[in-house]
């Protein structure tokens, strides 16, 4: 894991000379985990994780130069990933094109199929909102303090909490 120096000396060089050997060190340190992040959030759709990570990672190259160096860069960077997919979400519903009903599919998982002790994850993840599971994501799998997730989802924390503790009680009723 780079340090704060690392990235920032990366992203200087990515800045200052068109470096594109420096970002691509950024993105063979942060892709693994963006690309773990995004297919939860699209509940293992592997086309479309590829797509929206190759989205961010452009988005994150062209506007490198806004980049403050206030927050760490992979929480920027994730913030990029979590606006690429609810762009992509918001197309899908106001086109009418939403079959996979991301961010509500709680209609989709039978309280029958509680029973089954291999309750995975995916299936949780698929009773809750698009805020639900990112702070989910975030907090259980990627281990963020609720501050860096109040930061990519750019909310109060408390609002982070609520969607932990509202996520919580939806997956513990499939139980």
């Known amino acids: ?43 293992g759709d592997a086309a479309l994780t590829d797509d929206l ?5 452009i988005k994150v190259y062209i506007s490198l130069r806004s980049y403050q160096g206030i927050a760490r860069f992979r929480t920027w960077l994730y913030r990029i990933a979590y606006n690429e997919f609810y762009m992509y979400v918001r197309r ?24 089954d002790a291999s309750m995975d994850v995916e299936r949780c993840l698929k009773v809750l909102s698009e805020a639900e599971r990112t702070a989910v994501l975030l907090f259980y799998l990627d281990d963020r303090p609720i501050k860096e997730i109040a930061d990519i989802m750019q909310m109060p924390q408390g609002t982070v909490k609520s969607h932990l503790s509202r996520a919580k009680a939806k997956m513990a009723k499939l139980f």
């Open 1 to 43: 894991m780079l340090t704060k120096w690392e990235e920032l000396r990366l992203i200087a060089r990515c800045v200052a000379g068109d470096d594109r050997r420096a970002f691509e060190q950024l993105v063979e340190e942060y892709n693994d985990g963006l690309r773990r992040f995004l297919l939860n959030l699209t509940l």
């Open 53 to 57: 990570a190759q989205e961010t990672f």
């Open 92 to 115: 899908r519903r106001e086109s009418g094109e939403d079959e996979r009903g991301y961010g509500n599919v709680a209609d989709t998982v039978s309280p029958y199929d509680a029973d």
